[in-house]
């Protein structure tokens, strides 16, 4: 079946380091999303990815989806502690189910 | 997400035991979900609904049901035939709108453990 993986699994960052997270579908993708949980909490909608080559941006995060729609990445620059929690991307198959990644949790030092 | 209740916060259940979650939503969504969460995991979906009296099976459906007599409410019962059913459940909502253009809402979740 599909599967939405993402990488890394954890990443540990100095506060003021950059971080970024993968995600890689087997299938083409119609839209990507991307949530954040904070440990403790539940999933929060970030932003959402339509069309192939999309990159948006939300203050120090940026978000890209890839050429063929079966990829996208997560940008945080300079990272604060407030940017700790797992982050998720959450793929949309030609079949309309959501498929969530495995999710990558980041911490950050300050 | 404000709109979406879930309860209780934290579940015991005994061996043998049906027990049931609850979510209710007052975002006139008509789409809910309910997924699992396992520590360090990502996010498996369980059993979804795009409309009352209608639900669809999940990639993890076995062990759970649910029922969609409201469009408010969406309750998922873990039954003694699922044998780990210790975790986090998060029940989400998403509008119609574009087919497939919508994100989730998701409540603050039920702790489910075994006793």
């Known amino acids: 079946g599909q599967q939405v993986m993402q990488i890394p699994q954890y990443q540990h960052v100095q506060e003021g380091e950059d971080f970024t997270t993968y995600c890689n579908s087997s299938?083409?993708?119609?839209?990507i999303q991307w949530y954040k949980q904070r440990p403790g909490g539940h999933p929060v909608f970030l932003i959402q990815l339509v069309k192939s080559g999309e990159v948006k941006k939300q203050k120090r995060l940026t978000f890209q989806f890839g050429e063929a729609k079966k990829n996208s990445s997560l940008h945080i620059t300079a990272t604060q502690t407030t940017d700790v929690g797992t982050y998720f991307c959450a793929g949309r198959s030609n079949t309309d189910k959501l498929i969530f990644g495995t999710g990558t949790r980041l911490q950050v030092f300050p | 997400d404000g709109g979406i209740t879930q309860s209780p916060k934290y579940l015991f259940r005994k061996e043998g035991q049906n027990v049931t979650l609850s979510c209710e939503q007052n975002l006139n969504h008509d789409a809910m979900y309910w997924y699992r969460q396992d520590p360090g995991q990502g996010l498996r979906l369980i059993y979804y609904?795009?409309?009352?009296?209608?639900?669809q099976k999940g990639d993890i459906a076995e062990g759970y049901s649910v029922s969609r007599e409201k469009k408010e409410s969406f309750p998922l019962t873990v039954t003694s035939a699922q044998k780990n059913p210790t975790a986090f459940y998060l029940c989400?909502?998403?509008?119609?709108?574009?087919?497939?253009?919508?994100?989730?809402?998701f409540g603050d979740g039920t702790r489910l453990s075994i006793l």
């Open positions: 989400a909502t998403s509008g119609r709108g574009l087919r497939g253009n919508q994100p989730q809402h």
């Open positions: 299938t083409t993708l119609s839209n």
């Open positions: 609904s795009q409309i009352v009296n209608d639900f």
